[in-house]
């Protein structure tokens, strides 16, 4: 497969963003422009197909290095053209890479792009030799020579190049039509429009041919006023010109080694005294590269471009370790488009009719966290509806923020302050494992908005601009999973449809047949009236099947006739709880499954809300009931809360009295709170309670 230069231009940009941590603009990218099978994966990858290794290698050794790719090829062409624009008696070692220069012991040229005049071109040759005679007639050097009018001397060597790549030259017949073609060549040489070296000889025409598509860096040598050194130099002369003889031509420019190359700052006189030997050390060097494979895209299968923000090492041995673990990694997960029988079978499980679309406060809400000091912890809910999402996700963020991932030295309520990235990590981790339950820890499938269609409705579907954009990736680990949600996670926690996308994650997970089979009645939908959450959505997330009932086991009823009625309950211990204010009015009953769990983290659900319910020590969840005092924490991310909400909760120490107290003021958190701790006093701490 051919590099495309559209992807290598899009991945140049995303290594730029990352590299200056724009992650919001990465994201909107992604949805404009989404990436693709072609996209390159890793910084080193990139630098090998834009040949930028050698400028990398010489930025890392500066003062200052520059951080991004783009700044570093900005930077090379910068000066470039500050070179070209340079005159011969600058001291700086390295010309700019268009110009073409020739050497001789005793005379020099202007360098090409400084005339553009044909009578200065005639003055340059002498009158009894034509231009070709000029170029291929042998010097004792091997380099070749041209006089200016004023005599001044300035050596320049022969960069061998031009568009089309190195050749060997040999004797070529002069005919009028040659030569009237190489002098208008040398004119545009001289202008500065053509780069690489005068050719002179057939063979170079026919290698033109073989070698088409090559490119070869020319490397510039100046030399100000001692010619009398190079002539002393003459056996470094000697081995460039076999250098140049013996195949010099075989270069290419992803493989040469100073197509890139340039001095280190030091003496002039000692650059040209090393300058010589260096070109036959670096030829023979080429010739190796040369031997080597080429890695191209063609070869590596990369899904996804992952551009981590890694600091630069020299230790390029465990870069490339990296690269290669990622892209390993990054190759068991597929991606499969959207098709509109998938989108009318979730439209039927979710809202009960391909017709029916997802209301405003789905599609707007995402898992944004609050940024009042003492609530950092905490997810936003904009309006009523995705609350039993919400609460979900914001149970499984307290159980990672809490009791996994976290210092030991963290005092309680320091881990409630978590930093943007430690929360972010919390987000990623807990939606990781709510999807992971859900494929019952064989595979996971993540729904993400892929900024385009994939498919025009028709028929019975009702488009709304949400299902048709969306791409499912289907992976068969949890690391795998967990790299994915690193990669797209700003789409769950400041995009819009964050809430949907989990939804449609969880379902796809657990497969649409599945969630069917779940329910005790197959038509049951997952989102509701007036666009809440039904218990089998709370309880895919919460547990990973979407039953409807939160009982501990199966339970079989007789429905008459001989006719038995199988109602799906919890199948064992969860990591977070429920807790249901129908209990308290003995419409439901809740198992020891859910009211029990192994960590003390409840979903509440009250008057047709869901919120969360939390204490700081797992120890609670082990101490006898009875004379037990412990304090737990209420969130509620719809209640406009802008303060921590902490409950003392003392067991054994409430004795109801209906001479004393109204039932109907007594809020009904604490009525939840004694569904699992009968009797238990409830201290809301000056707090006003939430009726």
């Known amino acids: 497969m051919a590099v495309s230069i559209e992807e290598v231009s899009s991945s140049l940009v995303r290594e730029y963003l990352n590299r200056k941590g724009l992650k919001r603009t990465i994201a909107c990218m992604d949805e404009e422009h ?71 012991d005793s005379t020099t040229a202007t360098p090409a792009g400084m005339t553009d005049s044909k009578s200065d071109q005639k003055d340059i040759y002498p009158s009894s030799l034509s231009e070709t005679d000029v170029l291929s ?25 031009d568009n089309e790549g190195m050749m060997k030259r040999e004797p070529e017949k002069r005919t009028s039509t040659a030569e009237s073609t190489q002098r208008s060549r040398n004119n545009r040489i001289r202008r500065g429009m053509m780069a690489g070296p005068v050719a002179s000889t057939s063979q170079e025409l026919n290698n033109k041919r073989k070698n088409r598509g090559q ?28 250098g140049l003889e013996g195949g010099l031509s075989e270069i290419s420019p992803a493989d040469s080694v100073f197509g890139q190359q340039e001095f280190p700052s030091m003496p002039e006189s000692l650059q040209r005294e090393h300058s010589f030997e260096k070109l036959g050390e670096e ?12 890695t191209t895209v063609a070869n590596l299968d990369v899904p996804e471009m992952v551009l981590d923000d890694v600091d630069d090492d020299d230790n390029t041995q465990e870069l490339s370790k990296v690269s290669f673990q990622r892209a390993i990694t990054e190759h068991s997960s597929s991606s499969c488009p959207m098709d509109q029988h998938t989108a009318m079978e979730l439209k039927v499980v979710l809202l009960g009719s391909s017709r029916n679309c997802f209301n405003v406060e789905w599609r707007n809400q995402g898992f944004t966290f609050s940024e009042t000091h003492d609530l950092r912890y905490g997810i936003v809910q904009k309006k009523g509806g995705p609350c039993g999402v919400l609460a979900s996700v914001q149970a499984f963020v307290l159980k990672k923020l809490l009791f996994e991932n976290i210092k030991r030295s963290d005092a309680d309520l320091q881990k409630l302050r978590p930093s943007n990235t430690t929360r972010r990590k919390c987000l990623v981790s807990a939606v990781a494992e709510i999807l992971w339950r859900a494929g019952e820890e064989k595979q996971a499938k993540l729904a993400i908005n892929s900024g385009r269609n994939h498919f025009t409705p028709c028929g019975q579907y009702k488009s709304e601009g949400v299902l048709e954009k969306i791409t499912c990736f289907t992976v068969d680990n949890s690391k795998d999973l967990q790299l994915l949600l690193e990669q797209h996670i700003e789409q769950f926690e400041t995009g819009q449809l964050g809430c949907l996308l989990l939804t449609i994650s969880a379902v796809l ?35 990973g099947r979407a039953v409807s009932n939160v009982f501990d086991n199966d339970m079989e009823l007789d429905s008459g006739n001989g006719n038995m009625t199988l109602l799906k309950g919890i199948k064992d211990h969860c990591d977070v709880g429920l807790l249901s204010l129908f209990e308290h009015y003995n419409i439901l009953k809740v198992g020891a499954y859910l009211k029990t769990p192994l960590y003390p983290i409840w ?17 609670l969840l082990t101490y006898q009931d009875k004379g037990l005092e412990f304090d737990l924490y209420y969130y509620d991310g719809l209640a406009n809360q802008h303060e921590e909400i902490r409950l003392t909760v003392s067991v054994g120490n409430w004795v109801p009295s209906s001479q004393t107290v109204d039932t109907d003021l007594i809020p009904p958190m604490e009525l939840c709170i004694r569904t699992r701790w009968k009797d238990a006093f409830v201290n809301w701490n000056d707090t006003e309670p939430i009726l």
Do not use: W
């Open 509 to 543: 997970t657990r497969s649409i047949e599945k969630v069917t089979e779940d329910m005790d009645v197959p038509t049951t939908t997952l989102i509701g009236a007036h666009g809440y959450c039904t218990q089998e959505l709370v309880n895919l997330l919460l547990c």
């Open 215 to 242: 490119e070869v860096p020319k490397l510039i040598l100046r030399k100000g006023e001692e010619s009398d050194h190079l002539r002393n130099r003459a056996a470094g002369k000697g081995l460039y010109k076999k």
């Open 137 to 161: 007639s042998p010097s004792p050097t091997g380099f070749q020579a041209y006089e200016s009018d004023d005599k001044q001397i300035q050596p320049l060597l022969s960069s061998a190049q």
């Open 34 to 104: 989404p990436r693709t099978e072609a996209s390159i994966n890793n910084r080193s990858l990139l630098r090998q197909i834009l040949n930028l290794e050698g400028l990398y290698r010489k930025n890392k050794v500066q003062s200052f290095p520059l951080k991004t790719l783009l700044e570093i090829i900005v930077k090379y062409h910068i000066n470039g053209h500050k070179n070209d624009k340079r005159t011969g008696n600058e001291s700086d070692p390295l010309h700019s890479p268009q110009s073409v220069c020739l050497i001789d």
């Open 603 to 619: 979903v509440v659900c009250s008057e047709s809300h869901f919120s969360v319910l939390f204490g700081l020590q797992r120890e």
């Open 283 to 294: 030829i023979q060097m080429a010739r190796r590269v040369k031997s080597l494979p080429r």
